[in-house]
């Protein structure tokens, strides 16, 4: 015998994505703050649940997109330990192919159109109000579920970037940049890759509110529970007829040409370069982040 105790049970693993409902706001809260809330296939799938989870809850009046940490979302996992491109994830109905048994621009094509361009478009359109809390970095693919929600409320440590020009790719899948910032600006941030403070955010309208850090919380909870004293119906036609506003400036049919150069540009890094991403994987991305750093100080 031995007078080893025997091991507790390891604990639950924590869920990439947690979901809470208090009253009529649900908050959905992106749950890897280890890698701060880089979005593998795991997450996109888990946050494609927990919003229509919402949607389709009749106490649920208005959704918070939040993310766990310090940071609201570094952007799509290009380098975490669980990073799950490759794995098969084809399960919703309606949407693309199996990408897990195509290869090459089209395993890449039907992926991306499914778990990144085809979902921001789904959860924009989701019947119901989404407010996007966003602390820390929100960068490249994280500026995609932000742009995603009606309202953002940024903490004054927030910062925005698109560094995904670095890699010879016209910007993130879903191309709203031209929509939710004035042309000139969206131009200096693909073409610099510099991070947009949250106070110049707010100045070219992309964002709300800006908030202390500690009262990110409390204030985007106060401004989700204002509009969930408004009629269901009267929020979802009031959000159709924005939404359909912006598709007829062109957002529909621009997401689209987008990200028909944006699957040019992987195939041309495929074809000539190391990799889709052109080589720049999370250190080389790092590395340039960087560099630039120094060179701006
Ligand atoms: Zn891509």
Redesign the pocket.
Known sequence: MSSVPPASPAPPAEPVVRYERLGPVATVTMNRPRYRNAQNSAMTYALDDALYEASADDGVKVIVLAGAGDHFSAG?DIGTPERDADLPHARRAGMWWDHSREAGAER?LAR?AEV?LGMCRRWRELPKPLVASVQGACVAGGLMLAWVCDLIVAAEDAFFADP?VRMG?PG??YFAHPWVMPPRVAKELLYTGDRMSARRAYEVGMVNRVVPRAELAAETRALAERMAGMPRLGLALAKRAVNQAEDLQGLHSGLDAAFAL??LA?AHNAETAAD?LGGMDVRAMKAADGARAVRDS
Request: charged share 25%.
């Open positions: 799509h890449r991306e990144y995904v790719i993130v899948e944006h699957h992987h889709p």
